[in-house]
C-alpha cells in the first residue's frame, strides 16, 4: 500500500512570497490533515478535511493560509504571503473513514525554511 | 492549540533499560495515541488505547491509561539505539481530530 505522499521535501523563499504544497493521501482515505510543526514542537492541526469538505480549520491563519481539497483526494495548502514564522515542517496525514478507533498515517513532510 | 503535554521534555539512558514517558491531557477522550518520530522524518503510529481500555502492549511497549487522571504513559522496555527518537502522545477529543502534545525527546545510548 503507498503512504501519504508529500511534495516538495523542502522550499526555501523570501518573506512575502507565497509557495504552495502538495498532499496525495493513501487511496480511499475519507479524512486528511494538513499539521505544521515548528522545530522542536509538537504537530499543531491547522485544518481537517472530510471527504472535500472543511470540518475544522480553527488553527489556520486564514488572512495567508488557504487549503483545499478537490474531489475529496489530493490537497494543497498555500501560503501567501509568507512570513519568518511560517517556517516550519508542513505534514499532511490521512485517517480512513470519518470516525472510529484508525491511527492516522503521516507523509514525510514539507520543510519551509523563509529568509 | 495542544492538548497533551509530555513529560519528561527529554530523557537520556542506557541501552538495555527501560524508558518511561507519560501525557496528561486536558478533555475527555475517545481514545488516544502515541507516535514516534525520528530526526527530519514523518510521524509513525506505535500504539491506540481506547478510552474504556486501562492497559495495551504491542512488542516492547506498553501503555497505560488512566481517564479519571486524564494522562496515559508509554513504557518501552529493553531499550535500543534505535529507540532514539521523540515521541507524542496525540489524543482524540472528537470530531475525528488527532491533537498533539509537544513531545519527549528520548535518547539512549549505545
Known amino acids: 500500500e503507498a503512504g501519504v505522499a508529500q511534495s516538495p521535501r523542502y522550499k526555501i523563499i523570501e518573506k512575502r512570497q507565497s509557495v504552495a504544497f502538495w498532499c496525495n493521501p493513501i487511496?480511499?482515505?475519507?479524512?486528511l490533515y494538513w499539521y505544521q510543526q515548528i522545530l522542536g514542537q509538537g504537530p499543531k492541526l491547522l485544518i481537517q478535511f472530510q471527504n472535500n469538505g472543511v470540518v475544522d480549520d480553527s488553527q489556520l491563519p486564514k488572512d495567508r493560509f488557504s487549503a483545499e481539497r478537490l474531489k475529496g483526494v489530493d490537497s494543497t495548502l498555500k501560503i501567501q504571503p509568507a512570513k519568518l514564522e511560517d517556517s516550519a515542517v508542513y505534514l499532511c496525514?490521512?485517517?480512513?473513514?470519518?470516525?472510529?478507533?484508525?491511527?492516522?498515517?503521516f507523509g514525510q513532510g514539507t520543510r519551509l525554511t523563509v529568509v | 492549540s495542544q492538548q497533551g503535554e509530555e513529560d519528561p521534555q527529554a530523557l537520556s539512558i542506557q541501552e538495555g533499560e527501560n524508558a518511561t514517558m507519560n501525557c496528561s491531557y486536558k478533555?475527555?477522550?475517545?481514545?488516544l495515541q502515541w507516535y514516534r518520530q525520528n530526526s527530519g522524518r514523518g510521524l509513525v503510529h506505535l500504539i491506540l488505547i481506547r478510552s474504556n481500555e486501562r492497559e495495551k502492549h504491542s512488542g516492547r511497549l506498553r501503555v497505560t491509561l488512566d481517564t479519571s487522571k486524564k494522562s496515559s504513559s508509554l513504557l518501552i522496555t529493553a531499550s535500543r539505539a534505535a529507540d532514539t527518537a521523540s515521541y507524542f502522545c496525540a489524543t482524540e477529543p472528537g470530531g475525528f481530530k488527532t491533537i498533539f502534545g509537544a513531545g519527549t525527546r528520548l535518547f539512549v545510548k549505545a
Open positions: 496525514a490521512s485517517r480512513p473513514g470519518t470516525g472510529g478507533d484508525t491511527e492516522a498515517f
Open positions: 478533555t475527555s477522550i475517545n481514545n
Open positions: 487511496s480511499g482515505h475519507a479524512t
